[in-house]
């Protein structure tokens, strides 16, 4: 490690990157008085606003809650209890409240990562590092690893020596790039298809998510807050967001997401976001090398098909946040010995209704009549057989196992 007149420092734990999966790992070491440093790649403002994901499952928003990380979200995030397909010019709803008695919750990304830093900053003085720069990490198999990075102020490579690295930086960062592919195995699986996600200054045109299962491609209704409103096309993969233009976008979107008669039609408004997400999936196995622990997209990364990858990050956090604090307030090493374990086995169980849920969605759209045929027999036994709704109905709200 060549350094310049570096700046030595040792903590328990490096966490690198401050998304939802770093920060809740960082709040959950400060309430247990853990010293650690937070380091991101990006300003602070940046991170509050980055558009990301915004369906959090019930089990997730209950283990924030414990952690006394969820006094903004219970106060502010909208709880959504129903779904509705549409699909052969009709809409069925599928009230999953009714059936289960529990629901999704709906708090965009960037404000749950805007209220994790103050907690972590501002209210448990919390040691975070913003817009560093050339991250990397040292001596991972050793009891003594490290991080170091440049400081943007001074220009100067500090080093951070530490017990444990939280790797949170996502499928692009230092932290995967160190554990695969020489110590771990990645499984991946594309979809083939592209999903043009947008940002709609509109308010929601349904009071519940919308799914629009059509020959030309599927379509997607989310409300972000009274005033705006996720959609997504199906489209080509690696597809120029620029080929669609405002009036080719919300002719697909009334055209997929067509209910009948007594339909409400879609409000339309600006485009305020407008980019082309490859459908893909990964798993890393395992999660972990030496003293390196991955955390979120890091580890894994499940396509928004089913609006599971911001709970994912959550689950990994606590889990490795608890267990982190058991080893080091009492030499209790079982959680960490157990983490990529306990971890993966909710990551795979995610990752099998994505691919179910997949081809619900596209299967028409195919140009296959067999993959048609099997669709529709899907979307029928959901609204016809209760056992059939009793399982979507689990696999759609995440599993309450532990939390």
């Not at 903590?11 to 070491?29: D, E, F, K, S």
């Not at 448990?124 to 170091?148: I, K, N, Q, Y």
Request: net charge negative; with cysteine; aromatic share 10%.
């Amino acid at each position: 490690m060549t350094t310049n007149s570096p700046s030595l420092h040792h903590t328990p734990v490096v966490v690198v990157g401050a998304g939802p999966a770093g920060l809740t790992v960082g709040n959950i070491l400060r309430a247990a008085s853990v010293d650690c440093v937070v380091l991101e790649t990006e300003s602070r403002a940046f991170i509050e606003q980055r558009p990301r994901a915004g369906v959090i499952e019930e089990w997730a928003v209950r283990g924030l809650q414990q952690r006394g990380l969820a006094e903004r979200l219970l106060e502010h995030a909208h709880l959504h209890s129903a779904c509705e397909f549409r699909f052969g010019g009709d809409r069925y709803r599928f009230s999953y409240g009714d059936l289960t008695g529990r629901h999704h919750w709906v708090y965009p990304q960037p404000l749950l990562v805007t209220d994790l830093v103050h907690e972590y900053v501002d209210i448990r003085g919390g040691d975070a590092r913003f817009a560093v720069r050339d991250v990397e990490l040292h001596d991972l198999d050793t009891a003594r690893p490290s991080v170091s990075y440049l400081c943007p102020e001074t220009g100067q490579r500090q080093v951070l020596h530490c017990d444990f690295v939280v790797g949170a930086d996502g499928a692009r960062g230092v932290s995967r790039a160190a554990l695969v592919p020489a110590h771990a195995r990645i499984a991946r699986h594309d979809y083939g298809i592209g999903w043009l996600a947008l940002l709609a200054e509109a308010p929601p045109s349904s009071d519940c998510v919308l799914f629009g299962v059509h020959p030309d491609g599927f379509a997607g209704h989310m409300a972000r807050s009274p005033e705006m409103t996720r959609y997504y096309l199906q489209c080509p993969p690696g597809d120029d967001p620029e080929n669609w233009s405002h009036d080719r976008v919300w002719s697909e979107l009334h055209q997929r997401l067509a209910g009948g008669a007594d339909a409400p039609a879609l409000t339309e408004g600006r485009l305020v976001e407008k980019r082309v997400l490859d459908m893909h999936d990964y798993v890393v196995e395992p999660m972990t090398y030496g003293r390196l622990f991955l955390a979120g997209d890091s580890a894994h990364l499940v396509a928004p098909i089913a609006a599971k990858g911001m709970n994912l990050a959550l689950h990994d956090a606590f889990l490795l946040g608890d267990a982190l604090v058991a080893y080091l307030d009492g030499g209790d090493g079982s959680g960490l010995d157990g983490y990529s374990e306990a971890s993966l086995r909710r990551v795979w169980d995610y990752q099998e209704f994505s691919q179910w849920l997949s081809e619900v969605y596209h299967g028409t759209s195919a140009g296959d009549p067999f993959r048609a045929g099997t669709t529709f027999a899907r979307l029928r036994r959901l609204f016809t057989s209760p056992a059939a709704a009793a399982a979507f109905a689990e696999q759609y709200l995440g599993s309450a196992e532990h939390y």
